[in-house]
């Protein structure tokens, strides 16, 4: 059969371009093809923090870390209803896949390093550059790519995968990889994959907003030819205050977060790795942000809990001057006594009066006694006004639904048979997180581990199959 290509992308991401910069290393002819007029994807408007371990950045931390015990918190945290074999994979490849990346110049300070999970070892790596790193390797390493051009079809023949449909042309190839990224952008998908994000309505939406082709285009591709699609109803919910769509994933720690029982049932600092899930496991998958005149005048001002990542961007949702205009204008809801604002609120009066007055004693003890929240930045509900704003954990962080791949990234069929000529990577596996999302970082640890995997395959293949 006649080659455009030896390989063909879809998508042109992070996991996308770190497959085609290790296929063009195995010496096979690469074009990338993207739906969007600018590569990086979801990764180049991440926060671009790599979850990883047995790194030389933990090393030069003096922070000893191993694959083992990186699997070990992954699988307890995820109640082992995940993919094991796949999360023994990323814990082996994440570092190897860290120190490339500083090979190609991404750079992880050291002093940044951090514990983005609920783990007590730092594996989240905030890095600078990373997109644009990748877009000049992947460049200097001779990838071709196609902007502004959106695959509709995969070509099949006699059962394996053979080239792409792509605004009315068909192109040949020896293998295909897919890395078209997750489905945050379609409200069908998220009805159909995802219902609890769908259960939020006019709240949902994700934070590659910015990434108008984040569609699902990869599960619809893969389905048309018998892939079998994993991980339905799984993902990262980021909680939000609704009074605006900004990438919005900590909470304040200033505020006293209740549920709909007018109990507090949360640390209102946990990683988001594991709010949105505590949110969504109340009565109605809501909650209410409580605080009172003296927080709101001098925590809100605070803008240390803006950006604990060190990405380079703010929270403006929860900035002084956003909610004194969300109050005058009534999306913040204000009242004179705590017995006011929980009739306002709907809840009742006299659990929330006790839930504050717990509350209160504990700051003034230094001590959070229920769920042990760090106190040193405490702020008591106290002094009137006082104020509530409901809270959702609806921002789509991350899809988990998609693509089922063995350990060589070879896409699935339903019946577990390899698809020949497929592979996969990035946020369009469906096995590439499980029920739980582990920790900040996990996106680019997929999208590099399984890329790299990918593109090393299916070069292999193409070369093979020539």
Same mark, same amino acid.
């Given at each position: *059969?006649?080659?455009?290509?030896?390989?063909?992308?879809?998508?042109?991401?992070?996991?996308?371009?770190?497959?085609? +910069?290790?296929?063009?290393?195995?010496?096979?002819?690469?074009?990338?093809?993207?739906?969007?007029?600018?590569?990086?994807?979801?990764?180049?408007?991440?926060?671009?923090?790599?979850?990883?371990?047995?790194?030389?950045?933990?090393?030069?931390?003096?922070?000893?870390?191993?694959?083992?015990?990186?699997?070990?918190?992954? *699988?307890?945290?995820?109640? @082992?209803? =995940?993919?094991?074999?796949?999360?023994?994979?990323?814990?082996?490849?994440?570092?190897?896949?860290?120190? @490339?990346?500083?090979?190609?110049?991404?750079?992880?300070?050291?002093? &940044?390093?951090?514990?983005?999970?609920?783990?007590?070892?730092?594996?989240?790596?905030?890095? *600078?550059?990373?997109?644009?790193?990748?877009?000049?390797?992947?460049?200097?390493?001779?990838?071709? &790519?196609?902007?502004?051009?959106?695959?509709?079809?995969?070509?099949?023949?006699?059962?394996?995968?053979?080239?792409?449909?792509?605004?009315?042309?068909?192109?040949?190839?020896?293998?295909?990889?897919?890395?078209?990224?997750?489905?945050?952008?379609?409200?069908?998908? +998220?009805?159909?994959?995802?219902?609890?994000?769908?259960?939020?309505?006019? @709240?949902?939406?994700?934070?590659?907003?910015?990434?108008?082709?984040?569609? #699902?285009?990869?599960?619809?591709?893969?389905?048309?030819?018998?892939?079998?699609?994993?991980?339905?109803?799984?993902?990262?919910?980021?909680?939000?205050?609704?009074?605006?769509? /900004? +990438?919005?994933?900590?909470?304040?720690? /200033?505020?006293?977060?209740?549920?709909?029982?007018?109990?507090?049932?949360?640390?209102?600092?946990?990683?988001?790795?594991?709010? #949105?899930?505590?949110?969504?496991?109340?009565?109605?998958?809501?909650?209410?942000? +409580?605080?009172?005149?003296?927080?709101?005048?001098?925590?809100?001002?605070?803008?240390?809990?803006?950006?604990? &990542?060190?990405?380079?961007?703010?929270?403006?949702? @929860?900035?002084?001057?956003?909610?004194?205009?969300?109050?005058?204008?009534?999306?913040?809801?204000?009242?004179?006594?705590?017995?006011?604002?929980?009739?306002?609120?709907?809840?009742?009066?006299?659990?929330?009066?006790? =839930?504050?007055?717990?509350?209160?004693?504990?700051?003034?003890?230094?001590?959070?006694?229920? &769920?042990?929240?760090?106190?040193?930045?405490?702020?008591?509900?106290?002094?009137?006004?006082?104020?509530?704003?409901?809270?959702?954990?609806?921002?789509?962080?991350? =899809?988990?639904?998609?693509?089922?791949?063995?350990?060589?990234?070879?896409?699935?069929?339903?019946?577990?048979?390899?698809?020949?000529?497929?592979?996969?990577? #990035?946020?369009?596996?469906?096995?590439?997180?499980?029920?739980?999302?582990?920790?900040?970082?996990?996106?680019?640890?997929?999208?590099?581990?399984?890329?790299?995997?990918?593109?090393?395959?299916?070069?292999?293949?193409?070369?093979?199959?020539?």
């Amino acid at each position: *059969m006649k080659r455009d290509f030896d390989l063909i992308i879809v998508g042109g991401g992070g996991a996308g371009l770190a497959a085609g +910069i290790m296929a063009k290393k195995a010496g096979v002819s690469v074009m990338v093809l993207e739906a969007d007029t600018k590569l990086g994807g979801a990764t180049a408007l991440s926060a671009a923090v790599m979850y990883a371990c047995n790194t030389s950045v933990q090393k030069a931390r003096s922070i000893e870390d191993t694959p083992d015990a990186m699997f070990n918190y992954m *699988m307890t945290l995820a109640g @082992w209803d =995940t993919y094991p074999r796949n999360m023994r994979i990323l814990c082996e490849q994440s570092g190897p896949a860290l120190e @490339w990346l500083i090979e190609l110049g991404v750079q992880f300070p050291k002093n &940044y390093l951090l514990c983005s999970g609920v783990d007590t070892v730092p594996r989240g790596h905030p890095s *600078m550059g990373l997109a644009d790193a990748l877009i000049n390797a992947a460049g200097a390493a001779g990838v071709e &790519y196609a902007l502004g051009t959106r695959v509709d079809k995969l070509l099949v023949k006699n059962g394996r995968v053979v080239g792409v449909s792509a605004n009315g042309d068909e192109l040949r190839a020896g293998a295909v990889i897919v890395t078209t990224g997750g489905f945050g952008n379609s409200p069908e998908m +998220i009805k159909e994959f995802y219902p609890t994000a769908a259960y939020h309505g006019d @709240w949902t939406y994700s934070v590659h907003m910015n990434a108008p082709f984040i569609l #699902g285009d990869g599960i619809k591709l893969g389905r048309a030819i018998g892939a079998a699609i994993v991980g339905e109803d799984t993902g990262l919910l980021l909680p939000t205050s609704g009074l605006g769509k /900004w +990438i919005e994933a900590f909470m304040p720690p /200033w505020i006293m977060l209740v549920n709909t029982q007018a109990q507090r049932f949360m640390d209102e600092s946990a990683p988001y790795a594991v709010s #949105g899930y505590l949110i969504n496991g109340q009565p109605d998958k809501h909650a209410y942000a +409580i605080f009172d005149e003296p927080t709101l005048e001098i925590a809100s001002q605070d803008m240390r809990f803006a950006d604990p &990542y060190h990405s380079g961007t703010a929270m403006p949702t @929860w900035e002084y001057n956003l909610l004194r205009q969300s109050i005058a204008n009534g999306k913040i809801t204000k009242a004179d006594s705590i017995a006011e604002l929980a009739r306002k609120i709907g809840v009742d009066a006299e659990t929330l009066q006790v =839930t504050v007055d717990n509350y209160n004693a504990d700051c003034d003890k230094g001590c959070d006694s229920v &769920y042990f929240k760090d106190m040193d930045t405490r702020f008591p509900v106290r002094k009137g006004p006082f104020y509530a704003r409901e809270v959702r954990a609806c921002v789509i962080g991350q =899809t988990g639904a998609g693509l089922n791949v063995n350990e060589r990234a070879q896409v699935l069929d339903e019946h577990g048979k390899v698809i020949p000529g497929l592979y996969a990577a #990035g946020e369009v596996l469906g096995c590439g997180v499980g029920k739980r999302y582990f920790g900040g970082g996990m996106g680019i640890c997929n999208a590099m581990v399984f890329g790299r995997i990918a593109g090393n395959e299916a070069a292999a293949e193409a070369i093979k199959s020539a």
